[in-house]
Nanobody, 115 residues
Framework: QVQLVESGGGLVQAGGSLRLSCAASRSIFNFNVMGWYRQTPGKQRELVATVALGGSTNYADSVKGRFTISKDSTENTVYLQMNSLKPEDTAVYFC?????????WGQGTQVTVSS
């Protein structure tokens, strides 16, 4: 198993920026895909962005052009740069790491965007 620890959430005004970090307890080369998901009360967890082992990325339509996912293999960390934030981006953001057999989740970090 792996421990994933998210940080960087907080309260920001609409139009502002935040950068989320996800620190893994072991090398991120172990994972086929890492990504960020988000969840609001009463709704299912939804994909925000993923980055594959080879570096290819995938984004939800709602965040394309505003969010950027990246990874630093030397720091075993995945980042989510969020720009032009909107109130509808308010959610708990979760880090996710997958191998062919294991899916791991972090505890989540709250992002609140005020209008």
């Amino acid at each position: 198993q792996v421990q994933l620890v998210e940080s960087g959430g907080g309260l920001v005004q609409a139009g502002g920026s935040l950068r989320l970090s996800c620190a893994a307890s072991r090398s991120i080369f172990n994972f086929n895909v890492m990504g960020w998901y988000r969840q609001t009360p009463g709704k299912q967890r939804e994909l925000v962005a993923t980055v594959a082992l080879g570096g290819s990325t995938n984004y939800a339509d709602s965040v394309k052009g505003r969010f950027t996912i990246s990874k630093d293999s030397t720091e075993n960390t995945v980042y989510l740069q969020m720009n032009s934030l909107k109130p509808e981006d308010t959610a708990v953001y979760f880090c996710n790491a997958r191998t062919s057999t294991i899916v791991s989740w972090g505890q989540g970090t709250q992002v609140t965007v005020s209008s």
